[in-house]
């Protein structure tokens, strides 16, 4: 595709549930990034990968949060037992490759609910 | 720590206005700086990005300006359109953790028909 694309759009989960958003780079983008924007804490980093390693992993919330990447390209960002803070839209971008002078690029988001 | 400031939070002018939203950031130790619209609902757009070693970029109607020694960035919307009505976000690239945004927490504009 033309595009960063993110599935599922919306998510509504009861608390306690465990819920999985994917995230498709542009074709070719070795670096891939997953931010939350939330009312709160406004828009915050979380994890990024180059190729399918995770060299920082520090703006991940808890230890509920994990996400993986394979074969170079889609990623899930997974969240266990999830609780009502976790509440927020979940962006993911791509860049050709994580240097700092490459263009980051961003999908529409999962919207994700917990009740 | 690297903080992104964007103010106003909100602003409404009347169709046809020129207007300034302003982004500072406290360490003036960047890659470069990124100027984003919001529509609701939906993701981020990117507008323009200012390397480090510029001083402004421009699109359109737009222009960013960028200082980056006294930490600021003006986003300039000439003769505004009711389609420009959006939030605005900046964010930096930060020397130390260059793999990451660092965003402020937005403008959000309306222009009035």
């Known amino acids: 595709g033309a595009g960063v694309s993110q599935s599922p759009s919306n998510k509504v989960t009861e608390k306690g549930k465990d819920v999985e958003l994917r995230c498709d780079p542009i074709?070719?983008?070795?670096?891939l990034y997953w931010y939350r924007q939330s009312l709160g804490q406004g828009l915050e980093f979380l994890i990024y990968f180059q190729g399918n390693s995770a060299p920082d992993k520090s703006g991940l919330p808890s230890d509920r949060f994990s996400a993986e990447r394979t074969g170079g390209s889609v990623s899930t960002l997974t969240i266990q037992r999830t609780q009502q803070e976790d509440s927020a839209v979940y962006l993911c971008?791509?860049?050709?490759?994580?240097?700092?002078?490459?263009?980051?690029?961003f999908g529409p988001g999962t919207r994700l609910t917990v009740l | 720590k690297q903080e992104v400031t964007q103010i106003p939070a909100a602003l409404s002018v009347p169709e046809g206005e020129n207007l300034v939203l302003n982004c500072s950031f406290t360490?003036?130790?960047?890659?470069?700086l990124q100027w984003f619209r919001q529509d609701p609902g939906k993701g981020l757009t990117s507008l323009l990005l200012?390397?480090?070693?510029?001083r402004e970029q421009t699109s359109g109607r737009l222009n960013a300006s960028l200082d980056k020694s006294s930490g600021r960035s003006t986003l300039y919307i000439a003769a505004s359109q009711p389609g420009d009505s959006a939030t605005y976000l900046c964010a930096v690239r930060p020397a130390d953790s260059s793999y990451k945004l660092i965003f402020g927490s937005g403008t959000r504009l309306l222009v009035r028909p």
């Open positions: 971008a791509s860049s050709l490759t994580s240097g700092a002078y490459n263009e980051q690029f």
């Open positions: 074709s070719g983008h070795t670096a």
């Open positions: 360490d003036s130790a960047i890659y470069n």
């Open positions: 200012i390397q480090s070693s510029q």
